[in-house]
Protein backbone atom coordinates (compact mmCIF):
# COMPACT_ATOMS: atom_id res chain seq x y z
CA UNK A 1 0.00 0.00 0.00
CA UNK A 2 1.38 3.06 -0.90
CA UNK A 3 1.88 6.16 1.16
CA UNK A 4 1.40 9.31 -0.82
CA UNK A 5 1.14 12.11 1.40
CA UNK A 6 1.56 13.16 5.13
CA UNK A 7 0.88 15.96 7.25
CA UNK A 8 1.60 16.60 11.10
CA UNK A 9 0.99 19.35 13.76
CA UNK A 10 3.07 18.89 16.70
CA UNK A 11 5.05 20.64 20.04
CA UNK A 12 8.15 20.81 18.19
CA UNK A 13 6.52 22.16 15.14
CA UNK A 14 3.60 22.83 13.16
CA UNK A 15 4.80 20.83 10.15
CA UNK A 16 6.88 18.53 8.86
CA UNK A 17 9.45 19.96 8.10
CA UNK A 18 10.00 22.23 11.18
CA UNK A 19 9.10 19.23 13.53
CA UNK A 20 12.57 17.48 11.27
CA UNK A 21 14.56 20.34 11.66
CA UNK A 22 14.26 20.78 15.51
CA UNK A 23 14.42 16.79 16.10
CA UNK A 24 17.51 16.83 14.51
CA UNK A 25 18.57 19.55 16.59
CA UNK A 26 18.03 17.71 19.37
CA UNK A 27 15.21 19.68 21.02
CA UNK A 28 12.30 18.95 23.47
CA UNK A 29 9.29 20.41 23.81
CA UNK A 30 8.40 19.43 27.12
CA UNK A 31 7.73 21.71 29.82
CA UNK A 32 6.55 21.77 33.35
CA UNK A 33 2.96 23.27 34.04
CA UNK A 34 1.42 24.26 37.28
CA UNK A 35 -2.13 21.74 37.50
CA UNK A 36 -4.49 22.95 40.58
CA UNK A 37 -1.90 24.81 42.64
CA UNK A 38 -0.82 21.71 43.87
CA UNK A 39 1.05 19.98 41.08
CA UNK A 40 3.81 20.76 38.36
CA UNK A 41 3.42 18.45 35.49
CA UNK A 42 5.44 17.17 32.39
CA UNK A 43 3.46 18.33 29.14
CA UNK A 44 4.27 19.22 25.57
CA UNK A 45 1.93 21.93 24.04
CA UNK A 46 1.95 23.69 20.82
CA UNK A 47 0.68 26.81 19.98
CA UNK A 48 -2.34 26.91 17.51
CA UNK A 49 -3.30 30.31 16.64
CA UNK A 50 -1.17 30.00 13.32
CA UNK A 51 -1.92 26.77 12.17
CA UNK A 52 -2.28 25.92 8.30
CA UNK A 53 -5.80 24.94 6.12
CA UNK A 54 -7.81 26.12 9.22
CA UNK A 55 -10.99 28.69 8.09
CA UNK A 56 -12.15 31.22 10.27
CA UNK A 57 -15.50 29.48 10.77
CA UNK A 58 -13.96 26.10 11.81
CA UNK A 59 -11.95 28.23 14.71
CA UNK A 60 -15.76 29.35 15.59
CA UNK A 61 -17.50 26.00 15.31
CA UNK A 62 -14.99 23.04 16.29
CA UNK A 63 -12.94 21.91 19.63
CA UNK A 64 -9.10 22.40 18.90
CA UNK A 65 -8.91 18.65 18.14
CA UNK A 66 -10.64 19.10 15.26
CA UNK A 67 -8.95 22.38 14.11
CA UNK A 68 -5.40 19.64 14.81
CA UNK A 69 -6.63 17.29 12.68
CA UNK A 70 -7.49 19.43 10.09
CA UNK A 71 -4.94 21.46 9.89
CA UNK A 72 -2.29 18.20 9.43
CA UNK A 73 -4.70 16.45 6.86
CA UNK A 74 -5.00 20.10 4.80
CA UNK A 75 -0.93 19.41 4.48
CA UNK A 76 -1.15 15.55 3.52
CA UNK A 77 -3.90 15.97 1.08
CA UNK A 78 -1.59 18.56 -0.35
CA UNK A 79 1.55 16.25 -0.06
CA UNK A 80 -0.20 13.61 -1.87
CA UNK A 81 -1.20 16.46 -4.55
CA UNK A 82 -4.98 15.46 -4.26
CA UNK A 83 -7.92 17.94 -4.00
CA UNK A 84 -11.38 18.24 -4.70
CA UNK A 85 -12.12 17.70 -8.04
CA UNK A 86 -8.52 16.77 -8.91
CA UNK A 87 -8.03 14.48 -11.93
CA UNK A 88 -5.88 11.32 -13.04
CA UNK A 89 -5.20 9.76 -15.90
CA UNK A 90 -8.33 7.64 -15.78
CA UNK A 91 -10.39 10.75 -15.28
CA UNK A 92 -12.32 12.17 -11.65
CA UNK A 93 -11.34 10.64 -8.34
CA UNK A 94 -14.24 8.95 -7.16
CA UNK A 95 -15.47 10.48 -4.04
CA UNK A 96 -17.12 7.19 -3.08
CA UNK A 97 -13.77 5.36 -3.79
CA UNK A 98 -12.31 7.24 -0.90
CA UNK A 99 -12.21 6.73 2.97
CA UNK A 100 -11.42 8.48 6.14
CA UNK A 101 -10.22 6.64 9.25
CA UNK A 102 -9.41 8.65 11.87
CA UNK A 103 -7.10 7.60 15.95
CA UNK A 104 -8.78 9.59 18.91
CA UNK A 105 -8.59 8.70 22.10
CA UNK A 106 -11.28 11.30 23.55
CA UNK A 107 -12.13 13.55 20.96
CA UNK A 108 -13.28 17.08 22.14
CA UNK A 109 -13.29 16.48 25.40
CA UNK A 110 -11.91 20.11 26.25
CA UNK A 111 -14.95 21.06 24.84
CA UNK A 112 -17.17 19.03 26.93
CA UNK A 113 -15.01 20.09 30.14
CA UNK A 114 -15.60 23.77 29.25
CA UNK A 115 -19.45 23.52 29.01
CA UNK A 116 -19.48 22.32 32.15
CA UNK A 117 -17.51 24.55 33.54
CA UNK A 118 -20.26 27.38 32.31
CA UNK A 119 -23.32 25.74 33.63
CA UNK A 120 -21.26 25.13 37.12
CA UNK A 121 -20.88 28.57 36.95
CA UNK A 122 -24.30 29.71 36.36
CA UNK A 123 -24.46 30.18 32.83
CA UNK A 124 -27.30 28.22 31.95
CA UNK A 125 -27.31 28.37 28.39
CA UNK A 126 -25.01 25.44 27.08
CA UNK A 127 -23.74 25.75 23.19
CA UNK A 128 -26.27 24.37 20.58
CA UNK A 129 -22.78 23.12 19.36
CA UNK A 130 -21.44 21.30 22.13
CA UNK A 131 -22.14 17.48 20.73
CA UNK A 132 -20.69 18.12 17.28
CA UNK A 133 -17.80 19.61 18.78
CA UNK A 134 -17.02 17.08 21.52
CA UNK A 135 -18.21 13.81 19.94
CA UNK A 136 -14.89 11.81 18.88
CA UNK A 137 -16.42 11.51 15.52
CA UNK A 138 -16.25 15.05 14.76
CA UNK A 139 -13.12 15.15 12.74
CA UNK A 140 -14.01 12.62 10.39
CA UNK A 141 -17.39 14.02 9.93
CA UNK A 142 -15.76 17.81 9.07
CA UNK A 143 -12.87 16.00 7.07
CA UNK A 144 -15.32 14.05 5.59
CA UNK A 145 -17.62 17.51 4.21
CA UNK A 146 -14.32 19.59 3.57
CA UNK A 147 -13.19 17.08 1.17
CA UNK A 148 -16.60 15.74 -0.48
CA UNK A 149 -15.36 11.95 0.27
CA UNK A 150 -18.63 10.17 0.82
CA UNK A 151 -16.55 6.92 1.13
CA UNK A 152 -16.25 4.58 4.71
CA UNK A 153 -15.94 7.11 7.36
CA UNK A 154 -14.77 5.19 10.58
CA UNK A 155 -13.34 6.71 14.19
CA UNK A 156 -11.31 4.84 16.46
CA UNK A 157 -11.23 4.86 19.90
CA UNK A 158 -8.19 2.57 20.98
CA UNK A 159 -7.16 5.04 23.18
CA UNK A 160 -2.87 5.14 22.86
CA UNK A 161 -3.18 2.63 19.61
CA UNK A 162 -6.43 4.98 17.86
CA UNK A 163 -4.38 6.10 15.45
CA UNK A 164 -1.91 2.97 14.92
CA UNK A 165 -5.40 1.34 14.36
CA UNK A 166 -6.90 3.74 11.73
CA UNK A 167 -3.69 3.46 9.98
CA UNK A 168 -4.08 -0.68 9.90
CA UNK A 169 -7.68 -0.87 9.25
CA UNK A 170 -7.21 1.57 6.40
CA UNK A 171 -5.50 -0.48 4.17
CA UNK A 172 -7.34 -3.60 4.99
CA UNK A 173 -10.30 -1.86 3.59
CA UNK A 174 -8.51 -1.51 0.86
CA UNK A 175 -6.66 -4.42 0.00
CA UNK A 176 -10.54 -5.62 0.74
CA UNK A 177 -11.91 -3.62 -2.35
CA UNK A 178 -14.09 -0.96 -0.16
CA UNK A 179 -11.50 1.69 -0.99
CA UNK A 180 -9.24 2.55 -3.18
CA UNK A 181 -7.53 5.72 -1.20
CA UNK A 182 -7.86 6.59 2.56
CA UNK A 183 -6.83 9.68 4.14
CA UNK A 184 -6.51 8.60 7.70
CA UNK A 185 -4.59 9.90 10.73
CA UNK A 186 -5.26 11.04 14.53
CA UNK A 187 -5.36 13.55 16.67
CA UNK A 188 -5.87 14.87 20.72
CA UNK A 189 -5.66 17.15 22.77
CA UNK A 190 -6.18 16.42 26.85
CA UNK A 191 -5.36 19.39 28.39
CA UNK A 192 -8.14 19.30 30.94
CA UNK A 193 -8.25 19.36 34.73
CA UNK A 194 -10.10 15.89 35.52
CA UNK A 195 -8.15 14.51 33.14
CA UNK A 196 -4.88 15.31 34.29
CA UNK A 197 -5.81 15.04 37.68
CA UNK A 198 -6.62 11.26 37.33
CA UNK A 199 -3.24 10.68 35.19
CA UNK A 200 -1.43 12.01 38.57
CA UNK A 201 -3.39 9.96 40.97
CA UNK A 202 -2.81 6.47 38.75
CA UNK A 203 1.21 7.79 38.85
CA UNK A 204 0.95 7.65 35.28
CA UNK A 205 1.75 11.59 34.42
CA UNK A 206 4.62 12.97 35.51
CA UNK A 207 5.04 15.64 38.58
CA UNK A 208 7.67 18.08 39.36
CA UNK A 209 9.66 19.06 41.72
CA UNK A 210 9.23 23.31 42.01
CA UNK A 211 12.40 23.60 40.36
CA UNK A 212 13.12 20.59 38.08
CA UNK A 213 13.52 20.72 34.79
CA UNK A 214 10.90 18.58 33.00
CA UNK A 215 13.05 17.00 30.31
CA UNK A 216 15.08 15.14 33.06
CA UNK A 217 11.70 13.90 34.83
CA UNK A 218 10.29 11.48 31.85
CA UNK A 219 12.58 9.14 30.35
CA UNK A 220 11.31 5.94 28.36
CA UNK A 221 13.29 2.70 30.07
CA UNK A 222 15.28 5.00 31.97
CA UNK A 223 15.86 3.66 35.95
CA UNK A 224 14.55 7.59 37.00
CA UNK A 225 11.49 7.44 34.96
CA UNK A 226 8.10 8.06 37.02
CA UNK A 227 5.29 8.69 34.50
CA UNK A 228 4.59 10.36 30.95
CA UNK A 229 4.48 13.68 29.63
CA UNK A 230 1.15 14.58 28.36
CA UNK A 231 0.96 15.80 24.67
CA UNK A 232 -0.98 17.39 22.26
CA UNK A 233 -0.64 17.30 18.00
CA UNK A 234 -2.15 15.64 15.29
CA UNK A 235 -0.92 12.90 12.20
CA UNK A 236 -1.87 12.31 8.73
CA UNK A 237 -1.21 9.63 5.68
CA UNK A 238 -2.55 9.42 2.41
CA UNK A 239 -3.16 6.02 0.98
CA UNK A 240 -3.66 4.60 -2.32
CA UNK A 241 -3.13 1.24 -4.37
CA UNK A 242 0.02 1.50 -5.62
CA UNK A 243 -1.25 0.96 -9.68
CA UNK A 244 -3.10 4.18 -8.77
CA UNK A 245 -0.37 5.84 -7.26
CA UNK A 246 2.16 5.15 -10.21
CA UNK A 247 -0.83 6.03 -12.61
CA UNK A 248 -1.22 9.91 -11.72
CA UNK A 249 2.57 10.05 -11.16
CA UNK A 250 1.88 10.94 -7.16
CA UNK A 251 5.59 10.61 -5.29
CA UNK A 252 6.00 6.99 -2.67
CA UNK A 253 6.90 7.85 0.12
CA UNK A 254 7.09 4.87 1.89
CA UNK A 255 5.04 1.14 1.49
CA UNK A 256 2.40 0.25 4.13
CA UNK A 257 2.96 -3.75 4.01
CA UNK A 258 1.49 -5.44 6.60
CA UNK A 259 -0.86 -5.25 10.04
CA UNK A 260 -1.73 -7.20 12.95
CA UNK A 261 -4.24 -5.97 16.25
CA UNK A 262 -5.14 -8.02 19.38
CA UNK A 263 -5.13 -7.35 22.82
CA UNK A 264 -4.07 -8.81 26.22
CA UNK A 265 -7.62 -9.44 27.63
CA UNK A 266 -5.51 -9.20 31.05
CA UNK A 267 -5.85 -4.97 32.71
CA UNK A 268 -7.83 -2.51 31.36
CA UNK A 269 -4.20 -0.09 31.63
CA UNK A 270 -1.13 -2.71 32.40
CA UNK A 271 0.50 -4.99 30.21
CA UNK A 272 0.60 -8.42 30.24
CA UNK A 273 3.77 -9.10 32.06
CA UNK A 274 5.22 -11.76 29.44
CA UNK A 275 4.54 -9.40 26.64
CA UNK A 276 2.73 -12.05 24.90
CA UNK A 277 0.31 -10.29 22.96
CA UNK A 278 2.60 -7.56 21.93
CA UNK A 279 4.66 -10.61 20.43
CA UNK A 280 1.56 -12.06 19.10
CA UNK A 281 0.56 -8.81 16.80
CA UNK A 282 3.70 -8.32 15.70
CA UNK A 283 4.24 -12.27 14.27
CA UNK A 284 0.40 -11.06 13.09
CA UNK A 285 1.60 -7.78 11.52
CA UNK A 286 4.95 -10.17 9.88
CA UNK A 287 2.68 -12.39 7.91
CA UNK A 288 0.32 -10.38 6.75
CA UNK A 289 3.72 -8.52 5.26
CA UNK A 290 4.95 -11.98 3.72
CA UNK A 291 7.90 -11.56 6.16
CA UNK A 292 9.93 -12.95 8.46
CA UNK A 293 11.88 -11.61 11.74
CA UNK A 294 14.82 -11.92 9.93
CA UNK A 295 13.82 -8.93 7.63
CA UNK A 296 13.48 -6.52 10.24
CA UNK A 297 16.07 -4.02 11.05
CA UNK A 298 14.17 -1.54 12.38
CA UNK A 299 12.28 -1.51 15.13
CA UNK A 300 10.65 1.64 16.29
CA UNK A 301 10.00 1.09 20.45
CA UNK A 302 6.86 2.93 22.36
CA UNK A 303 7.70 3.13 26.06
CA UNK A 304 5.07 5.70 28.37
CA UNK A 305 8.14 6.62 31.00
CA UNK A 306 5.84 4.78 33.40
CA UNK A 307 6.98 2.25 35.78
CA UNK A 308 4.21 -0.74 34.99
CA UNK A 309 4.54 -0.24 30.75
CA UNK A 310 8.72 0.11 30.84
CA UNK A 311 9.85 -2.18 33.54
CA UNK A 312 10.93 -6.37 32.34
CA UNK A 313 10.02 -8.62 31.95
CA UNK A 314 7.35 -7.09 29.66
CA UNK A 315 8.91 -4.54 27.10
CA UNK A 316 12.73 -5.37 28.35
CA UNK A 317 11.65 -9.31 27.48
CA UNK A 318 9.87 -8.33 23.94
CA UNK A 319 13.00 -6.21 23.04
CA UNK A 320 15.43 -9.05 23.66
CA UNK A 321 12.84 -11.16 22.00
CA UNK A 322 12.97 -9.16 19.01
CA UNK A 323 17.40 -9.24 19.08
CA UNK A 324 17.05 -12.36 19.67
CA UNK A 325 15.19 -13.16 16.66
CA UNK A 326 16.02 -10.14 14.32
CA UNK A 327 19.91 -10.87 13.83
CA UNK A 328 19.50 -7.66 11.37
CA UNK A 329 18.24 -5.20 13.90
CA UNK A 330 20.48 -3.05 14.47
CA UNK A 331 18.19 0.45 15.04
CA UNK A 332 15.72 1.18 17.72
CA UNK A 333 14.08 4.01 17.99
CA UNK A 334 11.86 4.90 21.47
CA UNK A 335 9.34 7.50 21.51
CA UNK A 336 10.62 9.89 22.85
CA UNK A 337 10.05 11.31 26.31
CA UNK A 338 6.95 8.81 26.54
CA UNK A 339 4.70 11.28 24.88
CA UNK A 340 1.24 10.38 25.27
CA UNK A 341 -2.18 12.15 23.04
CA UNK A 342 0.29 12.89 20.07
CA UNK A 343 -1.47 10.77 17.63
CA UNK A 344 1.89 9.03 18.52
CA UNK A 345 1.61 5.77 16.49
CA UNK A 346 1.36 8.00 13.47
CA UNK A 347 3.82 10.32 14.50
CA UNK A 348 6.29 7.41 15.37
CA UNK A 349 5.03 6.00 11.59
CA UNK A 350 6.16 9.35 10.12
CA UNK A 351 9.33 9.51 11.69
CA UNK A 352 10.35 5.83 10.77
CA UNK A 353 9.14 7.21 6.69
CA UNK A 354 11.39 10.40 7.10
CA UNK A 355 14.54 8.72 8.68
CA UNK A 356 14.52 6.32 6.11
CA UNK A 357 14.27 8.74 3.24
CA UNK A 358 17.39 10.91 5.24
CA UNK A 359 19.08 7.97 6.03
CA UNK A 360 19.32 9.43 9.71
CA UNK A 361 18.55 7.58 13.20
CA UNK A 362 16.57 9.97 15.17
CA UNK A 363 17.67 8.82 19.24
CA UNK A 364 15.37 9.57 22.23
CA UNK A 365 16.43 12.61 23.78
CA UNK A 366 15.78 11.78 27.28
CA UNK A 367 17.43 8.53 28.09
CA UNK A 368 20.17 9.10 30.53
CA UNK A 369 20.37 5.32 32.28
CA UNK A 370 18.41 2.51 30.53
CA UNK A 371 18.36 -0.59 31.81
CA UNK A 372 20.83 -3.44 30.82
CA UNK A 373 20.39 -7.17 29.56
Known amino acids: MAVTGFGLV ?5 DAES ?31 DLVGVDDRARVVSDRVTLLGVSAAAMAMESARLSVGSRDKDGNIDAECMSIMVGTSFGGIGSLIQEDRRTRDGKARVSPRLVTRAIPSALASHLAIQYRITGPVMTYLGDCAASAQALGEAMVAILAGRSDRALVGGADSLFVDPLMLSLVAAGALATLGPEESAEGAVCPFGHGRRGMALGEGAAFFVLEREALARARGAAIHAFLVGYGAGNDAYHVTAPEPGGFGAERVMRMALRSAN ?9 SAHATGTMLRSLPPCDVSLLTVLRYQCPRLRELLVTRSGLRALSRRLFQCWLSVHRRHHRILVLSVHRPTHHQG
Open 19 to 49: TWSRLLKGASAIEGRLLDTNYRVAIAALEAE
Open 291 to 299: AVPTDIGYV
Open 10 to 14: TPLGL
